[in-house]
């Protein structure tokens, strides 16, 4: 019985490393290479575009790494299967083995390649999060918009607010939805951004000053914000940011 073949798409920054896997496979039946990438956002809006059955990404690239790039993938409607290539060390590869990833340490064999893809498999969500601490600071956000995945940066984003099980996402254009918990992204990003209220994060890029507004009858501190005409309460627990940033 023929099978349809496996469509692949590869994701590396080095062009000898992207020539290696291609030759490779060519001489791997029932497989077919139908799109290259120079990194992870490449990557994504191939597997978006073409659908591929399986991503090769590279764990260290430029712009967005091979992580970042899989857990976004998994968002997708019809997630592809994830294999790493990497020359990390033991202890990555550590990693990987105890959360049952498949990834081809580099140089790559013809033979470990097609083991590899025979056994290709979408990643699960605990998997993808166990291998967080190898990923480097996320680059962006990943929205589900009218059934695709967009890519925001996160240096556009001003701020974060959680609402009910969601937290929106504001940039200068627009708000998004996305499905994280705001403990976890301050964790994350609080080199990037502040806790100025308990439902919200705001990028310390994004604030031009503070002044004190009359709300409901109550005096409070209010964070003004370039570029949007809104403005995020501090909650009085907060104020302790205020005195530090007024001694620098």
């Not at 349809?4 to 490393?17: G, S």
């Not at 990693?95 to 390649?113: C, G, H, S, T, W």
């Not at 100025?196 to 009359?214: D, F, M, P, T, W």
């Not at 370039?226 to 104020?239: C, E, G, K, L, N």
Request: charged share 25%.
């Amino acid at each position: 019985m023929m099978h349809a073949p496996l469509n692949i798409v590869i994701a590396d920054d080095e062009p000898p490393a992207r020539n290696r896997l291609r030759e490779l496979l060519t001489e791997i039946p029932g497989v077919t290479l139908v799109g290259e990438a120079r990194h992870g956002n490449e990557a994504l809006e191939l597997a978006q575009q073409l659908k591929p059955h399986v991503l090769l990404l590279d764990i260290r690239m430029p712009n967005m790494d091979g992580i970042e790039a899989a857990a976004h993938a998994q968002k997708l409607p019809q997630p592809p299967a994830i294999i790493f290539t990497t020359a990390f060390d033991g202890y990555a590869i550590q990693a990987f083995e105890m959360n049952a990833v498949d990834y081809l340490l580099k140089p790559i064999r013809q033979e470990r390649l097609g083991a590899a893809l025979h056994k290709a498999r979408v990643l699960l969500p605990a998997q993808v999060e166990a291998l967080k601490p190898l990923q480097r600071t996320r680059t962006h956000f990943s929205v589900n918009h009218h059934g695709r995945i967009l890519l925001i940066p996160v240096h556009q984003v001003i701020y974060l607010r959680a609402e009910l099980k969601y937290v929106t996402l504001r940039t200068k254009e627009q708000e998004y939805l996305i499905e994280e918990s705001l403990t976890q992204l301050e964790q994350e990003l609080g080199h990037l951004f502040l806790r100025l209220h308990r439902n919200c994060l705001v990028a310390q890029s994004s604030i031009s000053g503070y002044e004190k507004r009359e709300l409901n009858g109550e005096s409070g501190w209010h964070a003004i914000l370039r570029d949007i005409p809104d403005t995020i309460a501090v909650s009085r627990r907060q104020y302790h940011l205020l005195r530090k940033l007024a001694a620098h």
